[in-house]
């Protein structure tokens, strides 16, 4: 798949903001199969000596089984004019329809994922690791408002391979 090397890799942005404001799309799987959600958690950053990226996904979410199954993954940002075609992919599974036909989207082989070809930046992620968020180890008030009644997350971390633009 990708090569391993010192490529400079540049992406400049509102870190606070470019999950929790903006949204973005977390994509796994190939051109044969592949399901994509949007996300409004997430981070960037440096770890192990990488630039990583992280993303959270619900046990119970279709998603989550590609995020398992695959060894890349890629984050997108999209333009303003794109926050409805993310709600859709928000909001309906892709267990239950094509996601993708209804969202308007247009999908896009990279580097062992999928992306779409109206996104802005595309982070493409070599998935490095997957642990459950345990509530019995959080705040209780964060574990009472998101998993009282939910399933979990999974944190993963994976490695920034190619920023495309």
């Not at 890629?74 to 928000?90: C, D, M, Q």
């Not at 493409?124 to 979990?152: G, H, T």
Request: a negative charge.
């Amino acid at each position: 798949m990708k090569k391993e090397g010192s490529k400079k890799m540049e992406f400049t942005t509102d870190i606070f903001s470019k999950f929790d404001k903006q949204w973005a799309l977390l994509t796994a799987g190939d051109k044969d199969k592949f399901n994509t959600m949007t996300i409004s958690w997430g981070g960037l950053g440096t770890l192990w000596n990488k630039p990583v990226a992280t993303a959270y996904v619900r046990t119970s979410r279709y998603t989550h089984e590609f995020m398992d199954n695959n060894e890349y993954f890629t984050i997108s940002f999209y333009p303003e004019e794109y926050k409805s075609a993310l709600g859709v992919l928000g909001s309906k599974s892709g267990r239950d329809i094509d996601k993708m036909h209804s969202s308007g989207l247009t999908a896009k082989e990279v580097d062992g994922s999928m992306t779409f070809e109206e996104a802005e930046v595309t982070l493409v992620c070599r998935k490095l690791f997957c642990q459950r968020l345990d509530p019995e180890n959080m705040s209780s008030d964060i574990a009472k408002q998101f998993y009282e009644d939910q399933a979990e997350h999974d944190m993963y971390i994976g490695e920034v391979v190619e920023i495309i633009k």
